[in-house]
């Protein structure tokens, strides 16, 4: 192998590894989480729009403009998954740290509220009350909970219990979700043979986020990281 193919194999196989790293733990995977709900759902926006138009540029940078911000809850949309990036970057650097940097993942957990509170009003504005009390506000009040700063009146037995239960809160929250997109793959896998694929997009898509979700909320479940966060709160957190 010559000296340039096997520098481009040693650039490939760092840069695998960086790629592996950043996928990796509760960050990786909300954001892996986040990314495919994005570029689906922009995509069927796009297809059902160019659909009905010439297909052109312009057809799709309409259909993008109205993923984004064609209505109050795609703005409230596209602000909760931009916070909810940031959010998974926080608990990617906070993570990477050993030992984990308590302020990155609160801070994390902070963000992740502030874009379940956008996430449950635009639940609302699109007339879904229950999954807007659950995936959206239920989601928040265990982030909030688990970013909130226990004072040093809290023992280091209850500070780890009181995270726990926020951050299994935000597990929960999933499961609403979870079951709305079984019960409309079912509905999809009834549909005439024509439309099961383009019905099942969707559902198929917010399911297999969700499982994502759920396996970065489970990650944070870990005892050892809440309990390394509480012991490290008061150095790592500003008031």
């Not at 050993?98 to 990155?104: E, N």
Request: charged share 15%.
């Amino acid at each position: 192998m010559s000296l340039h193919g096997e520098m481009g194999a040693s650039t490939n196989r760092i840069g695998g590894r960086a790629l592996a790293a950043r996928l990796a733990g509760p960050g990786g995977y909300y954001n892996i989480g986040n990314a495919i709900g994005l570029c689906v759902g922009l995509a069927l926006q796009v297809r059902q729009v160019a659909l009905g138009a010439d297909g052109g540029l312009s057809a799709s940078l309409q259909a993008a403009h109205s993923y984004f911000a064609g209505s109050w809850n795609a703005v409230a949309l596209t602000v909760a998954t931009a916070i909810f990036f940031w959010s998974g970057e926080e608990y990617h650097r906070g993570l990477a740290k050993r030992p984990p940097d308590a302020a990155r993942i609160r801070r994390g957990d902070f963000l992740s509220g502030i874009g379940a509170v956008a996430l449950g009003m635009s639940l609302l504005l699109i007339g879904d009350p229950i999954l807007a009390i659950t995936s959206g506000f239920l989601h928040a009040a265990g982030k909030f909970g688990s970013a909130w700063k226990t004072g040093p009146r809290g023992t280091e037995l209850t500070k780890p219990k009181i995270a726990h239960l926020f951050r299994k809160a935000v597990l929960i929250s999933r499961f609403p979700a979870v079951l709305v997109a079984l019960i409309e793959i079912v509905k999809a896998l009834g549909s005439p043979a024509a439309d099961v694929l383009h019905s099942m997009v969707m559902p198929a898509t917010l399911l297999v986020c969700c499982l994502l979700w759920a396996w970065a909320d489970i990650l944070l479940l870990d005892q050892k990281l809440n309990v390394s966060a509480a012991g490290n709160t008061s150095q790592n957190i500003p008031e």
